[in-house]
């Protein structure tokens, strides 16, 4: 049987719950104590580490709950270069990583402020060796997170997350557009209002790319209640930030988003239909209408989630995420592998005995992947693996 959609669909950042509530040392076995979220390749600008990997995501610690975390490794074998630890005296995590405009990093995600339970939307930038140059935090005094940052073309960056404005409030989208010292120049939230005075409306926005011609795209999830999950969405926003249109698909969630080759959009994530749970690749025009015939969809008879997807450098999509339906264990790392016209081509999964969850993907100069996430197959690890072009494994680490 499936499981419920809302009840584990966002886990690639559902954590922020166990983080809110944990600041003590778990007992063995360790269970999601640190995770790698998401990855990207040093570009040239980095200068002698271009060619890196660098990852995202949180690491546990003896004196509270969680640090955000930043990882170097190698390519060629994984070895760890460098880590480097965020945050304040509550839990803290990094959902988002990419290039800066300067040749360093910048990373969102978010940070607890006064308590383990009001986290606001966390951005650093750091330089090439990972060192913190800008700090930064965004949002009201309810609670607000950052789950993916774009590095705009023209200069600055642009956030996307969700917002609560006060304790009583829905969640909404919210966007926040920065300067390089990460000062704001606007924000902006989406969001629709609940009917029912004892539910309330869920949105939130999880990718973003810039948009030919000016402004951006946006996806995510819109008008999910409690206790149901929201709409797939393509939004379109103009370079101020203003909602030009937006276009509702199936039940489920966007998670990855991405300009084609040929200008197509392509979306994927999780799509809910019933009691099922798949993973879904979606491409639109322009104007948001549906190519392709309709949704593909892939998954088994358990559960698929869909974390992170590119297109490949042949024109086809790798995604990553996370399966139920077969491999070794209770949940593995997954990679589906489809040609440009979204069919798929091959799948294969990568873990343990224990759950094994893939966040984030990038290809490498030979066509092979490397895939980020994190393992509890006999402790509690960040999980990074190298493949070859065809997925077959190559190294694996089990990062503490």
Known sequence: MKHSFFKIAL?????VAVLSSCNKIVETPPQFLRSGNSMVIANAKSGTVAGNLVIAGYNSTSSKGYDAVLVMANPENGDTIWTKTFGNSYSDAFYNVKNSNDGGFIASGFTNRASASSPAMLVVITDADGKAIITKTYGGTAYSQGFNVLPVADSGYLITGVIQKSSTSDRDIYLVRIRETGDTIWTRSFGATGKDPYDSINDAAYATIEAPGGGFFITGSIHGYTQNGGRIFLMKVSSTGDSLWTKMYNYGIGYSLTLTSDNGIVISGSLQEGSSQDIFLLKTDTAGTILWGGIKTFGGGGYEYGASMIEA????FAITGITDSQGYGNQDVFLIRTNSSGDKLWEKTYGGTDNDQGFGLVQLPDNGFSITGL??????????NRTSS???QGWVKYIE
Do not use: E, P
């Open 11 to 15: 886990l690639a950042s559902s954590f």
């Open 313 to 316: 450098s042949d024109g086809g």
């Open 375 to 384: 393992s509890n197959s006999g402790g509690s690890y960040i999980f990074l």
């Open 390 to 392: 065809d997925g077959t």
